[in-house]
């Protein structure tokens, strides 16, 4: 008897846990939390007939795992520079059919450029945001023009630093400021990044990433490390803050569409691209999520003339020339990299 | 009546068997093996480099400070309460439960608004001329927000030892000739201990397991073992390695509850629950 029962009750949990499933889409989208005008889904559901389950996630690792495993499986995602270059690798791309993305001519043609470095023949990713990473500081904490990443080594701040909690940008920032690639993988430069991280450590308040934004605009520290789009919003609450890329260099970041190779409906993956480089769409998209659109005609159709010219989220040339894009690793190159920031953590 | 019995378990087997045995056959299967599914004890041996001893011993440390802050002040706490009329001691035990409805992690955040260095507490203190205290991001600020998230489960189970006590035996004790020191030491404190051994652990444990108060309130500075297991499978996708150092971590917990058992043999002091 109490078999039995047991019997119907896991049953009849697996049947419930199933009955979710029955719904059919036409596209399954994989992007980042918070990175797109919600309505556009909408809008696009609207216009092209394609019905779209749109999920979520965090990291880039979080994404890769689930997508290599096999546990899910999305027609369109968002992944990072270095994650696009892993995920060609290992054959989870697709090329694209630019002919069925006419809009894809609306990217600048120096963002296809940068995005070279990941995806050579740029064939598998179109560009959707991208960023600097830099220094955002207090003018009133800080006498003194700031323009180089000593700052975040410098004794004087001691205690008044937020250093950026996130391997490969710690690391990376460690290995510029040093004078080396922030993609090196030379035993030598990556010990003395580490041991240069670890001296840091008696300086920083700690190590963060969301917690950065009510930080500085709280006046709780004089010196950040955090993204341009962070940084710009950060400076919209509080008018004391600054952001600037150092001169030793920093890294340029892009996140990109790109359809699996497992991908069932292709089509409706390249209409999706299609539709969210559309200048009206991008522009939408770039007002609400606050990331710089690589977007050329949705950046000329930026109405607020600060905006449009705002030196945060657009650059100028002479900035993104110092700053590089990070490629994947390899296995043994994250290990690597892993092994030395456990130590900084750990220090 | 039996078979009655039997069926009201079911759900609750159920649940067991979904929820705790079988992740918990997982996580040792993950501990384990390495990548490709074959048996390695790397994982488990993992818990002795010095990085994360380094990590273990500071957890332990941390923790044990927690459980002593707890320990002294729940226990006169709880004397309080027992001699209390019952209306005011559960209206006391009512207030210090009231917090613990709301979200555990909201109320770790809200002490990161109060310590942070333009926080509320400094506000005050510089309100009254006094002194800034920088305690945010430190392991203070650890040690306070285990103190605080886990002294409920401190309290509770010594209060409920304690008035279990028959007034009679210590009134015997008096009679008898015992001095107020004597009493306490050789009826009361003997007889609560239960009580105190299952407040122990249910502080303990919590606190050397924790990650989120040590990165809430620690600011990524301080490194315990729960952050070590956080970043194997948050950050480097090593659930082998993150299961293998769980599985070292659960030999401490077991130990903890093996000392409930010797000392708690009637389960008085967890009855609470």
Request: aromatic content about 16%; cysteine-free.
């Given at each position: 008897m109490k078999r039995l029962l047991s019997l119907v009750m896991i049953s009849s949990l697996l049947v419930l846990s199933l009955a979710g499933c029955g719904q059919s889409y036409d596209l399954y989208v994989f992007n980042w939390g918070q990175?797109?005008?919600?309505s556009i889904i909408k809008e696009f559901e609207e216009e092209t007939g394609y019905k779209v389950l749109y999920d979520e996630f965090e990291e880039n690792e979080d994404m890769y795992a689930k997508i290599k495993s096999g546990a899910a499986i999305y027609d369109v995602i968002c992944p990072s520079d270095y994650m696009v270059e892993q995920m060609i690798q290992e054959g989870l791309l697709q090329k694209l059919n630019y002919d069925n993305i006419?809009?894809?001519?609306?990217?600048?043609a120096q963002y296809f450029e940068q995005a070279k470095a990941y995806d050579p023949g740029n064939e598998y990713s179109i560009p959707n945001y991208w960023g600097t990473v830099g220094i955002i500081y207090n003018k009133n904490m800080v006498n003194e023009p700031i323009d180089s990443w000593s700052a975040i080594f410098d004794e004087k701040y001691k205690g008044n630093i937020l250093m950026i909690n996130s391997i490969r940008d710690g690391l990376g920032i460690a290995l510029k400021y040093l004078g080396?690639?922030?993609?090196?993988?030379n035993e030598k430069e990556i010990k003395e990044a580490t041991d240069l991280l670890k001296k840091q450590k008696a300086l920083v308040q700690g190590y963060f990433v969301d917690q950065i934004r009510d930080k500085m605009i709280g006046n709780e520290a004089a010196i950040a490390v955090n993204y341009s789009g962070e940084a710009k919003m950060m400076i919209d609450e509080n008018p004391d803050l600054a952001y600037v890329v150092p001169k030793e260099g920093s890294n340029i970041w892009s996140d990109n569409w790109v359809i699996t190779s497992?991908?069932?409906n292709v089509e409706a993956a390249e209409a999706w691209i299609n539709f969210l480089c559309r200048p009206d769409i991008a522009l939408k998209n770039f007002e609400e999520i606050g990331y710089s659109t690589p977007n050329e005609a949705a950046h000329a159709l930026i109405e607020d003339e600060e905006t449009r010219n705002n030196e945060i989220y657009f650059p100028g040339e002479e900035i993104t020339k110092r700053c590089e894009s990070f490629s994947y690793l390899g296995v043994e190159g994250n290990k690597m990299y892993q092994k030395a920031w456990t130590e900084v953590k750990a220090y | 009546m039996n078979n009655k019995k039997r069926f009201f378990a079911v759900p609750y087997v159920v649940w067991m068997t979904a929820f705790i045995i079988i992740p918990l056959l997982i996580v040792v299967y993950y501990g384990l093996t390495n990548v490709d599914g074959k048996f390695t004890m790397e994982n488990i041996l993992a818990m002795f480099t010095p990085i994360n001893m380094k990590a273990l011993v500071y957890s332990l440390l941390l923790s044990f400070i927690s459980t002593v802050i707890c320990l002294l002040l729940a226990y006169p706490l709880a004397m309080i309460l027992r001699n209390a009329d019952l209306k005011s001691s559960s209206f006391i035990i009512f207030i210090f439960i009231l917090p613990m409805w709301m979200n555990f992690l909201l109320r770790t955040i809200s002490w990161q608004t109060l310590l942070e260095n333009n926080g509320v507490l400094n506000t005050i203190l510089s309100a009254l001329h006094l002194p800034k205290q920088h305690i945010i991001n430190t392991p203070y600020a650890i040690v306070l927000g285990m103190v605080y998230n886990f002294l409920p489960f401190m309290v509770l189970p010594i209060y409920n030892t304690l008035v279990k006590i028959d007034d009679n035996v210590i009134n015997a004790a008096r009679d008898l000739g015992a001095n107020s020191y004597q009493t306490f030491s050789k009826i009361t404190w003997p007889l609560s201990l239960p009580g105190v051994i299952s407040g122990i652990t249910m502080v303990f444990v919590p606190s050397l397991t924790t990650f989120v108060i040590s990165d809430l309130l620690g600011g990524g500075k301080v490194h315990l073992i729960g952050n070590v297991i956080e970043q194997e499978f948050k950050?480097?996708?090593?659930w082998n390695m993150g299961s293998g150092l769980s599985l070292v971590l659960m030999v401490f917990v077991l130990i903890s509850m093996a000392f409930v058992t010797k000392y708690d043999k009637d389960m008085e002091g967890t009855n609470v629950w």
């Open positions: 990175y797109i005008d919600k006419p809009n894809a001519k609306n990217i600048g080396y690639s922030l993609n090196s993988q497992n991908a069932v | 950050f480097k996708y090593d």
